[in-house]
T-cell receptor, first 113, second 113 residues
């Protein structure tokens, strides 16, 4: 079974631009969560989608948004990029949304200049 | 301001020895826990999970212990191998928060051949 895939793997953007990252979960998984990983803050939860609905949201500004499609694929968008948004963005998928194993993709490395 | 990197505990062990990685979690309402392994340039890899109604769970070469009284988790790796060198994270999920996981700062394990 294929794992979680994320595209693109690397991205360089300038301040003020916006970016869209994509995540394809493991086949059969309906929950997709997004995390931001930085050296300063570690791994932080952004949001979770299940059956096209946002179920949980972490403590991030409204510039961070996401959505999930009917095939469970998910996208996250960051508008008006800031230097501090440079990070590894990780997507994780799970079969369900309460107490199920969660598997991560390889991440998208975003650099904002 | 300038971000400061998280202080990452480190553990060095000889190849063949057993490793014990500890984690203190913060929320007494957390009822599901996962240990992840992250190698450089990769996303976190699922190792083993445990629910709050258990004290111990064993996998292949790994054992997770949960002490709810003191909010402490440990990961034991038997016969540690060079391929086990990585950063290890514990993640906790409070009850009824879906797949919103809170991650520890991680422990860097180095296996000395």
């Amino acid at each position: 079974k294929a794992g979680v895939t994320q595209t693109p793997r690397y991205l360089i953007k300038t301040r003020g631009q916006q970016v869209t990252l994509s995540c394809s979960p493991i086949s059969g998984h309906r929950s997709v969560s997004w995390y931001q990983q930085t050296p300063g803050q570690g791994l932080q939860f952004l949001f979770e989608y299940f059956s096209e609905t946002q179920r949980n949201k972490g403590n991030f500004p409204g510039r961070f948004s996401g959505r999930q499609f009917s095939n469970s694929r998910s996208e996250m968008n960051v508008s008006t990029l800031e230097l501090g948004d440079s990070a590894l963005y990780l997507c994780a998928s799970s079969y369900g949304t309460l107490g199920y194993e969660q598997y991560f993709g390889p991440g998208t490395r975003l650099t904002v200049t | 301001g300038e971000s400061v990197g998280l202080h990452l505990p480190t553990l060095s062990v000889q190849e063949g020895d057993n490793s014990i990685i500890n984690c203190a979690y913060s929320n007494s309402a957390s009822d599901y826990f996962i240990w992840y392994k992250q190698e450089s340039g990769k996303g976190p890899q699922f190792i083993i999970d445990i629910r709050s109604n258990m004290d111990k769970r064993q996998g292949q070469r790994v054992t997770v212990l949960l002490n709810k009284t003191v909010k402490h988790l440990s990961l034991q790796i038997a016969a540690t191998q060079p391929g086990d060198s990585a950063v290890y994270f514990c993640a906790e999920s409070p009850a009824r928060t879906g797949n919103q996981f809170y991650f520890g700062t991680g422990t860097s394990l180095t296996v000395i051949p």
